[in-house]
């Protein structure tokens, strides 16, 4: 499957992403909320294992379950444009981080499941950065993140467009001059 209007917002923690797809949603974008928080947060709720901060492995299948439900799930926005907050190739990143050796089926799924080539990358923004009670990587780790992330994205035949650090507004402005 490839959906030329879905796009990718990803880069490290705490770099403005969820900010920016907030504004989008606010002018009527269709946008797709990251996964990982949401799982935490049922993690939590039930005393589960499957967290970043315990059980990284059984954390990171929830997660590339969860990126092919949103994919599949907002494949009724067949025209519009549709923002993802992270995606597929994010769990990707973060099993490559962590060291998690994914089966040669979780890989393929790459392959079947694109997105729009043009992908929105939000570098380390050390002003902006906040922890929370779901992000609890230092800024150092969020840098890591980063590269990682801008990598593997390149790696699966992505092109990253750097968006600039600039107030909401104008970032918005940006992906949309860009899409």
């Known amino acids: 499957m490839y959906q030329h209007n879905f796009y990718i917002f990803t880069g490290g923690p705490g770099a403005g992403k969820t900010t920016v797809l907030n504004e989008l949603a606010g002018r009527g974008y269709c946008r797709v909320e990251e996964d990982a928080r949401r799982i935490i947060q049922e993690q939590l709720d039930k005393d589960g294992t ?3 901060w315990k ?4 954390y990171t299948q929830l997660m590339l379950t969860a ?4 994919y ?6 067949l025209d519009s444009p549709v923002f993802f907050d992270r995606s597929l190739v ?3 990143a ?10 040669d089926a979780d890989l393929m799924i790459a392959d079947q499941i694109r997105y729009n080539s043009k992908v929105f990358f ?4 050390p002003e902006i950065y906040q922890n929370d009670a ?3 990587q230092t800024f150092d780790e969020a840098v890591l993140t980063s590269k990682i992330l801008r990598t593997v994205y390149e790696d699966h035949g992505y092109d990253l467009v750097d968006v600039p650090k600039a107030d909401v507004v104008q970032r918005a402005d940006f992906i949309l001059q860009h899409i």
């Open 50 to 52: 499957a967290l970043p």
């Open 55 to 58: 059980d990284k492995a059984q």
């Open 67 to 70: 990126a092919v439900a949103s």
């Open 72 to 77: 599949r799930a907002a494949g009724s926005f």
């Open 90 to 92: 994010d769990s990707y």
């Open 94 to 103: 973060y099993a490559t981080l962590e060291d998690i050796r994914l089966s």
């Open 122 to 125: 939000f570098p380390p923004w």
């Open 134 to 136: 779901a992000r609890k």
